[in-house]
């Protein structure tokens, strides 16, 4: 979910409950960069300079894509991308940064910027896109600076932070308007999965792929395990939670339809569940099924689109989530 309100809710509740487990942010991603592109609130995105941006979403594009499914990518010469922690509660401390990007240019080097030291990286990984800097101490704001010559543009497509503390990793990913055969579509993704090397994975992909006109259950079930195999092949014992779409409407001329695809997904979500082992967050149920995100809206947890929740909506099923996790952990 690329506005993070969700996993952010559940991460933080994770971390508030148990802060002797608080190991690193994980993987984030300078969203706010590109114009018009909403980033998580728990990190804010500066930028200087101009940048492109590039999504999953679409069936063809211009450049290579990975874990996170978005890239930006330098339009000016002198550029940089500035990271902001914006969460009052949690402060994460940072040891190792890896930039995940490329260029044409392969003795172009970005500079990591710590208040006035600059940083070259440790290590570079050309055939992995990786720049690595390690032996740094972040607590505050950081930044990457961006020299290129001669339309050598720089494409960034992640940015992990991790430490040496063990614990709890929460990762988020997300694109707006993302299904789930977008994912399968970024050519690095599944080997960058290697990166994070979750134990558990929180699938949150659907809603888009119900209001697609050639949805199928099939289809969508058949995708889904695709994504399942390749989180398997990093770790056989990798355990799934499927979350179910929230109940939604189609705007159909003038007037808004239910997606009745809905109980579709619903069905694919338990089968999922029941051939990988996984478990299901029945977020369709918690709403109270078809036809209940009037409810929501008139209650303000729903935006008037009829799609998605408001702040308070997507914070609310994140702290349900947490409770279901921390419930069948006892």
Known sequence: MQAGTF??????????????????????????????CNNPTDYRTRSVGKFGLVRNVYNEHTKLLGITGIAVFTLDSVSEIRIVPHDSLIKFKTTKITLLGYSKDSTFIPLLRLGT????????????????YENICVTDSFAFFFATKDSSFFTI????????????????????GASVNAFLRC???????????????IFGLGINDASEPDFTPENFKENYLKLVNQFKKTNPNCFFIFITNNDSYKKVGKKYQVNKNALEVWKVM???A????GAVFDQF????????MEKWR?????????????????ELMGKLLFNAIIRELK
Do not use: C, W
Request: a negative charge; hydrophobic letters at 35%.
């Open 7 to 36: 996993p952010n809710t559940v991460r933080k509740e994770l971390l508030t409950a148990y802060p002797d487990l608080q190991a690193s942010r994980g993987m984030i991603f300078p969203y706010a960069a590109a114009p018009k």
């Open 117 to 132: 030291d600059q940083f070259f990286p440790t290590a570079i990984i050309p055939e992995k896109r990786q720049f690595i």
């Open 157 to 176: 497509t992640g940015i992990l932070l991790e430490n040496e503390n063990p614990g709890i990793t929460y990762h988020s990913i997300g694109v707006n």
């Open 187 to 201: 050519e690095h993704f599944e080997e960058e999965i290697l990166l994070l090397s979750p134990d558990m994975v």
């Open 270 to 272: 338990y089968e999922l």
């Open 274 to 277: 029941d051939e990988t082992g």
């Open 285 to 292: 149920e918690i709403m109270g099924g078809l036809y209940s």
């Open 298 to 314: 008139l209650a303000k947890l729903a935006q008037n689109d009829r799609l998605h929740f408001t702040k308070e909506g997507y």
